[in-house]
């Protein structure tokens, strides 16, 4: 996908700052002043490879969340953070963000509609916790309330079962209802807008919600799948506080030979819970002459586990690489520190728990910050930097860069004249499209900050053939692209970190 070109004099002005700055920046190097070259020098193949070879290794036993094979990765990353020198984000020494989760056990049993039974695990299935009993049920339609639209106008539903269905409302033209125009509202982004219906429903009063959503259908039917196979003993979910229970997902036809108008529904199946704890990791820089603004750089810590016939998925590549790749930068970082050139504004490295379980650790630091997001000027976020696309084979200097012009002109400007001078890699905007089918975007820890206005950068090589799978392994990652990859994340960094003004925020929809 090709660099969209701009125009107008405040984009001008954001290009000539940023390249302003580097220039600048490139003339201190020449003189010998403050070199961000000789730092991000540091950032090495062997160095990356040593770590990668034992965080990804089979002892570590695939890092899944909450387990032991997890605490062995946030104690390798705090013990690496206390070799160099690197303070803990919350003091003491504390270098972990405990995040509250529960564990599910597999749903069993059946769901009658109408006296039809539904099988939980195989005609529908529970998102969360179950109580068992008889209630009447309520078509919702959409689900959807908002200022001037709202599917809950005409209906009561406290106490009561609500059934909706994905989508949104259109006009007998064609055109959306709430957008009022041919283009879709957030209403159709199901990862955005999933948790908003089902909350309203329970603000309604409502004691379970039906969503009928084949997306959402087919993937629980793979987590089922999965949880059949393994031997993680259930489904997390992150404690969020006051949370419904009684909520299943099915397909958008089950219940097309059932009359919604008067529905009883009776819910008789088995599951339990129990409290589990996992840990975000947070160590961080202080920041010279402005330590209250702060630049995240992201990773995940976690991988999925041990499969049922005891195969390790180390995880190398998913997120091994993107950890690996931020403890070099930090040392980088502090190298700075060491030699008096430190950054302006602080830098926080955070490895987050939880990305494959459903983002939980960076939803967890965002709704409760370690530091606070008002004053977070950017997350760069590394999720797989290691491998090659196969659709890049003969191609392969390159990285697909997504989201760095959702929130901030400036920043995708800021992004391109960095790689230009430092590191010439090809970023590839294909994933960044709003219309790929793929929806990266919304897929890995970046975007809990994208949701709260905090720009962003998700740094991403693509998925290939071991993309969850026991052959992600350590001896497949490229090291000479996860290392240049790693110093662009540096240098995109340093320049934020020391260029006079923040970036600045000159968008505010992050939706499709």
Not at 253 to 280: F, H, P, R, W
Not at 305 to 326: H, L, P, R
């Amino acid at each position: 996908m090709k660099i969209a070109i701009y125009a107008g004099a405040l984009l001008l002005a954001a290009c000539n700052s940023a390249q302003q700055n580097i220039s600048s920046d490139q003339a201190a190097v020449k003189s010998g002043e403050i070199s961000p070259v000789t730092y991000a020098n540091t950032i090495t193949e062997g160095e990356l490879k040593d770590h990668l070879y034992t965080y990804a290794s089979d002892e570590f036993k695939g890092r899944d969340t909450g387990t032991e094979s997890e605490k062995m990765a946030t104690d390798y990353l705090s013990n690496a953070y206390k070799e160099m020198g690197i303070k803990a984000a919350q003091g003491s020494g504390n270098y972990l963000q405990e995040v509250p989760l529960m564990r599910n056990s597999l749903p069993t049993g059946t769901i009658e509609v109408n006296g039809k039974t539904l099988n939980i695990g195989e005609d529908i299935f529970a998102g969360t916790k179950m109580n068992n009993g008889e209630m009447s049920a309520v078509d919702a339609g959409y689900g959807i309330e908002t200022d001037t639209y709202s599917d809950y106008a005409d209906i009561d539903v406290a106490g009561k079962a609500v059934i909706i269905k994905a989508g949104e409302p259109k006009n007998e033209d064609g055109s959306y209802v709430i957008s009022g125009t041919s283009t879709k509202s957030d209403w159709s982004n199901w990862r955005e807008t999933r948790q908003t219906r089902i909350d309203i429903a329970m603000a309604k009063g409502a004691t379970a919600v039906i969503y009928l959503d084949d997306e959402l259908n087919n993937r629980y039917r793979r987590v089922y799948d999965y949880m059949k196979k393994s031997d993680h003993g259930g489904q997390l979910t992150l404690v969020k506080g006051e949370t419904m229970n009684n909520v299943f997902f099915a397909s958008e036809d089950l219940l097309k030979d059932v009359s919604t108008e008067e529905v009883t529904l009776k819910i008789n199946g088995q599951n339990e819970s129990e409290s589990v704890t996992a840990n975000n990791v947070v160590a961080f820089i202080e920041g010279k002459s402005k330590p209250n603004e702060y630049i995240v750089i992201s990773a995940h810590l976690d991988h999925v586990g041990v499969g049922a016939n005891g195969e390790v998925y180390n995880g190398a590549d998913d997120d091994g690489s993107g950890t690996v790749a931020i403890l070099e930068i930090a040392e980088a970082f502090q190298k700075a520190v060491q030699e008096g050139n430190g950054p302006e504004r602080s830098i926080v490295f955070l490895h987050v728990t939880g990305e494959e379980k459903g983002l939980f650790g960076s939803e967890y630091y965002t709704s409760n910050p370690v530091f606070p997001l008002e004053n977070t000027v950017v997350d760069l976020n590394i999720d797989m930097v290691g491998r090659i696309d196969p659709k890049r084979e003969g191609d392969r200097n390159y990285i697909y860069l997504i989201g760095s012009d959702k929130l901030s002109t400036e920043l995708h400007e800021l992004s391109e004249e960095v790689n230009s001078t430092y590191t010439n890699i090809e970023l590839d905007y294909t994933y960044n499209d709003e219309n790929d089918p793929n929806r990266f975007y919304y897929r890995s820890d970046h975007y809990n900050f994208a949701k709260n206005n905090v720009p962003i950068i998700f740094y991403f090589n693509g998925t290939h053939d071991d993309y969850h799978k026991p052959s992600d392994t350590p001896d497949k990652i490229n090291y000479d692209l996860l290392t240049n990859r790693a110093k662009l994340v540096f240098h995109t960094a340093w320049e934020i970190a020391n260029r006079p003004s923040k970036v600045k925020v000159d968008k505010t929809d992050v939706q499709p």
